[in-house]
């Protein structure tokens, strides 16, 4: 696994970043590969952790999970590949794996566990979306060879139903339990659908044929693609207000991928060229990602995939010849950045890292083995994002705004999944969540 950092960071920026009325600059982190010579970031969740897939040294693909350290293989069911594409604040994770050489199954990663969901009485599913109940929505084979949108939850899938037509795809599921996807309507038309009190609404296209929907946010706004009246397919977003045209870069086609609670949408877009670009969109404007990155940075963004509600952005883009996974960080901002462990193996002394500190200020380290909420004395209403969470030591910022803290970590850790977070006692500023599993 290589790691290519273009700035000095070691960990996604989790804290709250406000809303902003024009687009911003981004630092870019490359994830690098499983060995391979291809990688692409697939989901993200509150606390910054991505998933996705990377070619590894044999050229299948498998999906990986990031802490924000490293790049860790979740293997397959049985079968060559896998990928992940999606993944919850608890670290739940959702997506493909091959069950044996050319059967996929629908599979949940809890840990270092994966859990194949089965399918709908057919040979194959693939799950798309997770929220933070753990309800899990994709598509699944029937026993008539149809293909039904399903959604997964305490053990059971069940058949969500299409638009009128013989099969249909589920991709994103919100907190509200409400479903976004696309379905075949009578006629044999796809069209974009939301779920919505167990009805499937048809959301209609942009005057053409066709429309898919990806992703929807908390508010029920849902993205995605559709035909225009003029044919190729543009990024398009679905609201009260009907269908909205996103546009292009002045070539042909684009796709929406996901958004926000923002209404910060992401996705690629063809230029004049017809040459993909990764855009944000925002305030009724796309911006192309590569305009607001380092222009001597070397990538050249292809897709933007995902977006959380911090602005923190995942998808592929090239860089040396090769296409990588890579997450967007916003720049500046009153940003408390917690890294490591490094190096993530037990048995030895690791360190963990807070950047953007108050210089002399003291930061203090903490952990736990579950989510949940630690009251932090002396700053009402501000909590740790852990449970029952025990002191790891205290750190003093340099001048800089850098503290490191080194502890020794026993070796009976090793596959243990343990939850950290720090927090800086002067100003109650708390840093973003890191998980990791010992090696």
């Not at 709250?16 to 010579?37: K, M, N």
């Not at 069950?99 to 566990?113: F, K, L, M, P, S």
């Not at 930061?363 to 909420?373: A, N």
Request: proline fraction near 3%; aromatic fraction near 8%; glycine fraction near 14%.
């Amino acid at each position: 696994m290589k790691l290519r950092i273009s700035v000095t960071l070691s960990v996604l920026v989790l804290s709250a970043i406000a809303p902003f009325a024009r687009a911003q600059s981004y630092d870019v982190v490359d994830l690098g590969t499983l060995g391979g010579v291809e990688s692409e970031s697939r989901g993200l969740n509150p606390q910054g952790q991505v998933v996705g897939y990377s070619l590894v040294a044999n050229g299948n693909a498998h999906g990986f999970y990031w802490d924000g350290v490293q790049l860790r293989d979740l293997g397959t069911l049985g079968g060559r590949e896998s990928n992940a594409r999606s993944i919850n604040a608890s670290g739940v994770m959702a997506g493909r794996a091959d069950i044996n050489y050319w059967t996929q199954h629908a599979v949940r990663w809890q840990g270092n566990q994966s859990f194949d969901l089965g399918t709908l009485g057919g040979l194959e599913s693939s799950a798309y979306g997770i929220n933070s109940a753990n309800q899990i929505v994709g598509w699944a084979d029937t026993s008539t060879g149809a293909t039904r949108a399903f959604l997964w939850e305490n053990g059971q899938m069940s058949d969500l139903g299409t638009l009128g037509g013989v099969s249909s795809w589920a991709r994103a599921i919100n907190e509200s339990s409400e479903v976004a996807g696309f379905s075949i309507v009578t006629g044999g038309a796809v069209h974009a659908f939301l779920l919505r009190n167990q009805q499937m609404i048809d959301l209609g296209t942009l005057g053409g044929p066709k429309s898919w929907a990806y992703d929807l946010n908390d508010s029920a706004v849902v993205v995605g693609e559709s035909h225009t009246s003029q044919g190729p397919a543009h990024a398009c977003l679905w609201d009260q207000n009907g269908a909205r045209d996103l546009g292009t870069f002045g070539g042909s086609t684009g796709v929406a991928w996901a958004l926000n609670n923002q209404n910060q949408v992401v996705g690629y877009a063809d230029n004049a060229n017809e040459s993909k670009r990764a855009f944000l969109w925002e305030n009724g404007q796309m911006f192309d990602l590569n305009d607001l990155i380092d222009l001597n940075s070397g990538w050249l963004l292809k897709e933007a995939i995902d977006i959380n509600d911090d602005g923190v952005i995942v998808g592929r883009g090239t860089i040396n010849g090769e296409t990588h996974a890579f997450v967007l960080l916003p720049t500046g901002g009153n940003r408390l950045i917690l890294g490591g462990p490094a190096p993530g193996i037990a048995g030895q002394t690791n360190s963990f890292t807070v950047d953007g500190a108050t210089p002399s200020a003291r930061q203090k380290f903490y952990y736990s083995l579950r989510s949940g909420t630690t009251a932090i004395p002396g700053c009402p209403n501000i909590t740790l994002s852990l449970q029952s969470a025990l002191a790891m030591g205290t750190a003093t910022a340099n001048q800089n705004g850098h503290a490191q803290l080194s502890v020794p970590v026993p070796g009976n850790a090793r596959g243990v999944l343990v939850l950290s977070q720090a927090y800086e006692g002067d100003t109650c500023r708390v840093t973003n969540r890191v998980s990791h599993t010992f090696q």
